[in-house]
């Protein structure tokens, strides 16, 4: 069955980076690709970027340009994001999701979630 | 960029009847060349991540009851639940995926 299992809990001082995992299971890795979503604490969904895992090519939000980045590891089946330049607004819950083959889709699996949280 | 606003808000429907949300897009969603409608509808409950019930608009995501059923085109769009069930309260989310994607900011479905 599909899995997608994401790292622990971070807290971060502004100004620090973080790196989420997101580990896939279940099907072959390389046909579809990963949408980034992030949730502030008591708000709704917000998309942040997608990543093919067959390329790597990426299309980030505008909001986000600046600061994330996402990877993926074929031989690890693992997506990441990073974003850097934190700040107090980026304390969120941040999910990897599998998304399609293309950078326009829409997100079947989910992993459980990452908390991070930025705070001097 | 397309903006997506759900209506309402928030809901309260007894168990058994039907509930009824709204999602209205700000450009059209419906790519011309395949006929597609490039929208999607979750469901989310405390604590856990969003769960995928609609895409395409209206094409129900495997395992999902068949109470639930999405319909529209273009730029308004509807998701139905037919007889409402205790568990399915949840907040709902649509999502459209036409260009960068963007959520609705969601609609809170209780048990009145």
């Known amino acids: 069955q599909v899995q997608l299992v994401q790292s622990g809990a971070e807290v971060k001082k502004p100004g620090a980076s973080v790196k989420v995992s997101c580990k896939a299971s279940?099907?072959?890795?390389?046909?579809?690709?990963f949408n980034w979503v992030r949730q502030a604490p008591g708000q709704g969904l917000e998309w942040m970027g997608w990543?093919?895992?067959?390329?790597?090519?990426?299309n980030y939000a505008q909001k986000f340009q600046d600061r994330v980045t996402m990877t993926t590891d074929t031989s690890t089946s693992t997506a990441y994001m990073e974003l850097r330049n934190l700040r107090s607004a980026d304390t969120a819950i941040y999910y990897c999701?599998?998304?399609?083959?293309?950078?326009?889709?829409?997100?079947?699996?989910w992993g459980q979630g990452t908390l991070v949280t930025v705070s001097s | 960029d397309t903006v997506m606003t759900q209506s309402p808000d928030s809901l309260a429907v007894s168990l058994g009847e039907r509930a009824t949300i709204n999602c209205k897009s700000s450009q059209s969603v419906l790519y011309r060349s395949n006929n597609k409608n490039y929208l999607a509808w979750y469901q989310q409950k405390p604590g856990q991540p969003p769960k995928l019930l609609i895409y395409?608009?209206?094409t129900r995501e495997s395992g999902v009851p068949d109470r639930f059923s999405g319909s529209g085109s273009g730029t308004d769009f509807t998701l139905t639940i037919s007889s409402l069930q205790a568990e399915d309260v949840a907040v709902y989310y649509c999502q459209q995926y036409y260009s960068s994607p963007r959520f609705g900011q969601g609609t809170k479905l209780e048990i009145k």
């Open positions: 395409w608009a209206s």
């Open positions: 999701a599998r998304g399609g083959g293309h950078e326009f889709s829409h997100s079947d699996y």
């Open positions: 279940g099907y072959t890795f390389s046909t579809y690709g």
């Open positions: 990543i093919s895992a067959n390329n790597g090519y990426t």
